[in-house]
């Protein structure tokens, strides 16, 4: 080999980079001794991920293989054996970014269209196809996307086209003062063949979205308005109807960032849009309408969340703030941060018709009499000494079970009181400890709940939790294990007999299905 | 058996390569584009941290980072830079929280988790240390308390 072919040889190594990463997830299911949980008939479940990516410059390829041994329990069963479910090439210079194969891409908020991967809820509806993105002027962005949206292990029936464009006419930043405009449009169609007997069936449903996004100084306001044509799938009964979403968003927050405020107001109907007509399958879905509540993080609190109503939802989200400095009479000498949050979404002021259309709704801001979902939440966190840290949580929820849950429920009312306490000894070592009450007036009543979790300077945690249902039906869902955490590595193992939701322990935060039995974790950056 | 395949042709090969941080769109918590390529050579150390408003060990991480700023600033130029992964359900609370924890260090927004692909990150919080060539040098998957003093020994080191 020559001198002038080595060098360029060394040059292309020292240029690409690969790397990619390993999660499998196991478990394996008991029976619970009361006999009221029995395991499925096949005792070991897996779900694994295994990611590869290769650069050279502005060239990207990549794959991703995912392996379900039988999918772990509270996902859907259609995914099922081992696949190449991902793989592409991209090319990205200072103004174009091509695409080809499987990407994830998001216009605006999502509220139109929105590809992407949430591994542990189960949800991954990448396009397989064609991703561009163009930007003639740092000013403004030209997307484009084709293809057909994975569902499960399969590709949907259904093809979407769509594109999008923003421009940013103000786009100002001096000494901590930004002031900022964007506006953008977005069109997304899709088809998928219909083969019943129905001759005006809707095969093709487009949808138009406008939005802005802007800043002035404190102050920062953004809303979009999407308008779909006529889209009858399952969850909506095949009715035909129109969509519309209507998102608005603004704030104020102190430069200092003593306090701010947020308030959120969102009006959903008929807001699924489905790559596939047929299926009720949140994946299954090419837009993105979640929750506009507040996440969660305790362990009783995510008994009662809310589920949104896409054919028809309104209300709204405040956020609020305030923080009182170090040595001052209510912050102490370490300060003292109040978080105040609250959200409320009826349905739809409607009238049901017997035309094909199912409902009608005239006026666009007019809230149902119907109250879906009500959440007032109140968390004072206070740092006591140098290694003495509380969390106060106190909220009180409304959650029409009838309807979020499906069936003649009734409604609930819960309050809740939560009290998190981490305690540093030598710097090094942490003990966490985490109780809750919550007083519910119907369903199971009343839980209590505790957990405690112990961590050491080497990576290793150890934990352990229960909640019980202790007026009623006296479960105990709970939870004993370990994780070790070693740079690129992380391993945990745990037992116990647990209800689905977002558990943060072992040093991160994942959304957990229910199980009883054991439970292994891995995942390897390489 | 065919990811032990994958793992064996796999594995060598990645010793070859210095993995750097890719170049890819993030956003301001204004929603101002901004491209990974400027902190590629930012000449300074760099520690990059991806959180979310939901995730309660992201939350004390940063807030760990945060009390260390002034010793940090004494000790090492290095810049801290935290990354949202929070989609829209939760966006909102980026501002919020990065003002209720007072950081004093720059906060931004990977909207659909291109970043947070890019870099195969499957567990939050993930937290990069990244030498003045732009060569990511450690990771570290989910927070052991501590682990901001191990940065700071590395940090001075680079």
Known sequence: ?526 | MRVLLFLFLFTPLTLLAQEKLPAVVIKSIAGKELNTAVFQNSDVPLVISFWATWCKPCLQELDAFNDLTETWKKETPARIIAISIDDSRTASGIKKTAGLHDWSFEVFWDENQDLKRALNISLIPHTLVIDRNGVIVKRYTAYVPGNEEKILSLLKTL
């Open chain 1, 1 to 526: 080999m020559n001198l002038a072919a080595f060098s360029q040889g060394k040059g292309f190594f020292k240029e690409s980079k690969l790397n990619g990463s390993l999660e499998t997830n196991n478990q394996y299911y008991l029976n619970n001794k009361r006999g009221n949980i029995l395991a499925p008939e096949k005792r070991f479940a897996s779900n694994t991920y295994l990611t590869a990516n290769y650069q050279y410059k502005g060239l990207r390829a990549g794959i991703q293989f995912e392996g379900y041994n039988q999918a772990l329990q509270g996902f859907p069963t259609r995914y099922e054996g081992n696949k190449l479910v991902r793989r592409y090439i991209r090319y990205t210079n200072k103004k174009i970014d091509v695409h080809v194969g499987n990407f994830f891409e998001q216009f605006g908020n999502g509220l139109v269209f929105r590809a992407f991967e949430e591994r542990s809820l189960g949800l991954d509806n990448n396009i397989d196809g064609l991703g561009i993105r163009y930007s003639p002027f740092q000013s403004l962005k030209i997307k484009a996307i084709w293809g057909r949206p994975r569902t499960f292990m399969e590709r949907s029936p259904g093809e979407v086209i769509g594109g999008d464009l923003e421009w940013s006419p103000i786009n100002r930043e001096k000494d901590g003062n930004t002031q900022l405009l964007q506006l953008g449009t977005s069109y997304v169609k899709r088809f998928m063949r219909y083969y019943g007997a129905d001759p005006k069936f809707p095969q093709q449903v487009e949808a138009f979205a406008a939005r802005f996004n802007g800043q002035y100084n404190a102050f920062n306001f953004s809303g979009e308005w999407v308008h779909k044509s006529i889209e009858a799938n399952f969850p909506n009964d095949y009715i035909k109807k129109k969509g519309l979403i209507l998102f608005l968003k603004t704030g104020w927050q102190d430069p200092t960032n003593r306090m701010g405020v947020q308030l959120q107001f969102r009006r959903l109907e008929n807001a699924d849009f489905k790559g596939n007509f047929n299926s009720s399958d949140a994946v299954a879905s090419i837009n993105y309408t979640p929750a506009l509540t507040r996440q969660h993080t305790n362990l009783l609190a995510n008994i009662y969340p809310h589920s949104i109503q896409p054919i028809g939802e309104i209300g709204g989200m405040a956020d609020f703030f305030i923080r009182f400095k170090k040595n001052t009479p209510l912050g102490g000498k370490y300060g003292t941060r109040i978080d105040i949050n609250y959200s409320n979404y009826h349905a739809l002021d409607s009238t049901r018709v017997t035309t094909g259309e199912g409902f009608i709704s005239k006026r666009i801001i007019a809230f149902g009499k119907t109250k879906l979902f009500r959440d007032l939440n109140l968390i004072i966190d206070k740092r006591w000494t140098k290694d003495y840290k509380t969390l106060l949580t106190f909220i009180n929820l409304f959650y029409n079970r009838t309807i979020l849950q499906g069936g003649p429920y009734g409604d609930v009312r819960a309050t809740l009181v939560v009290t998190d306490h981490y305690i540093k000894i030598k710097k090094k070592y942490q003990l966490r400890l985490n109780a809750e009450h919550m007083w519910v007036n119907s369903d199971e009543r009343n839980w209590a709940g505790l957990l405690t979790e112990w961590s050491f300077p080497n990576g290793l945690s150890l934990f352990v939790s229960d909640m019980t249902n202790y007026q009623t039906y006296k479960m105990h869902y709970y939870n004993v294990g370990f994780a070790l955490s070693k740079n690129k590595q992380r391993i945990q193992l745990s037992a116990g007999q647990q209800r689905a939701g977002l558990l943060c322990v072992g040093g991160i935060c994942r959304f957990v299905p229910s199980y009883n039995g054991l439970s292994l974790n891995y995942t390897l950056n390489l």
